[in-house]
């Protein structure tokens, strides 16, 4: 059975016999399974009135453990954006009563940012639907082919995770 990848490659063959197209037969599907997943994620976000920012925030808050905090600059990291952005989401996120700015008993002129209860309700129940949603996608493989394509996209993501970490 082909998919439009197969046919894209196929075109660009007949058309640029020159080139080797193989690695668009890898990265133009995981070009359009991402944007398949974003539509599916942000499905699951809107039916819990979220934005896909709000999401990581709240799950890096979540992920932190008891009592769901972090400083904004470990949610900076986390989460991958500036401090400005990072400054404009807490307020949000505070004014929505699902995150709390509370002291930094460690040091004085800092601030944690707290996950509330509503956050925490919210966050979680998100969550659940969105790995609801991500099994029915991978449904069609087994268990040992998951495995296989997650030790296959950590190859390839490495060197993007490690050269973000050095900026």
Do not use: C
């Amino acid at each position: 059975m082909q998919d439009e990848v197969d046919r894209l490659v196929e075109a660009w063959n007949t058309e640029r016999p020159d080139l080797d197209v193989r690695p668009l037969q890898v990265l133009s599907r995981v070009s359009r399974l991402a944007r398949h997943l974003d539509r599916a994620r942000r499905a699951v976000f809107l039916d819990h009135d979220l934005e896909s920012w709000e999401f990581d925030v709240l799950t890096a808050l979540r992920r932190a453990g008891a009592p769901y905090q972090l400083s904004p600059g470990r949610l900076l990291r986390a989460t991958l954006v500036t401090s400005g952005t990072m400054t404009n989401r807490i307020d949000r996120l505070a004014a929505a009563g699902l995150v709390e700015r509370h002291p930094d008993p460690l040091d004085k002129r800092g601030v944690l940012v707290r996950l509330t209860d509503a956050g925490r309700t919210r966050v979680d129940a998100a969550f659940a639907d969105l790995l609801g949603r991500e099994q029915a996608i991978l449904e069609s493989l087994s268990p040992d082919q998951r495995d296989v394509l997650a030790g296959l996209l950590r190859t390839l993501v490495i060197p993007f995770d490690k050269d973000t970490e050095r900026h």
